[in-house]
Nanobody
Framework: QLQFVESGGGLVQPGGSLRLSCAAS????????IGWFRQAPGKEREGVSC????????YYADSVKGRFTISRDNAKNTVYLQMNSLKFEDTGVYYC??????????????????WGKGTRVTVSS
């Protein structure tokens, strides 16, 4: 069975940090571009960051550049999102997704082969 399991979300104060994990089962991550997306109430889904399957090329939305870092551990079949200097507007449900294709097609166009159920991040004082 193909699935993602996201973890690491929670409540954090502005300026704080969280590390999200996305563990895949049933398929091999290094064959796919993997991305983190977020959905906030009343806002459109946003592609936050993506990483390619083989070259480790990365993409970051302008809203998170310099604050978030995506990485992958193919041996663990897991992708991570380190989130630093969190802001109120980073609040939302974060979920990971995979596409057997181009990184930008995943992150910018939002085309996905698989996606998880998400983990909630709340930035609040």
């Amino acid at each position: 069975q193909l699935q993602f399991v996201e973890s690491g979300g929670g409540l954090v104060q502005p300026g704080g940090s969280l590390r999200l994990s996305c563990a895949a089962s049933g398929f091999t991550l290094d064959d796919y571009a993997i991305g983190w997306f977020r959905q906030a109430p009343g806002k459109e889904r946003e592609g936050v960051s993506c990483i390619s399957g083989s070259e480790n090329s990365t993409y970051y939305a302008d809203s998170v550049k310099g604050r978030f870092t995506i990485s992958r551990d193919n041996a663990k079949n897991t992708v991570y999102l380190q989130m630093n200097s969190l802001k109120f507007e980073d609040t939302g449900v974060y979920y990971c997704a995979a596409l057997r294709g181009l990184l930008l097609r995943l992150c910018v166009s939002g085309v996905m082969d698989y996606w998880g159920k998400g983990t909630r991040v709340t930035v609040s004082s």
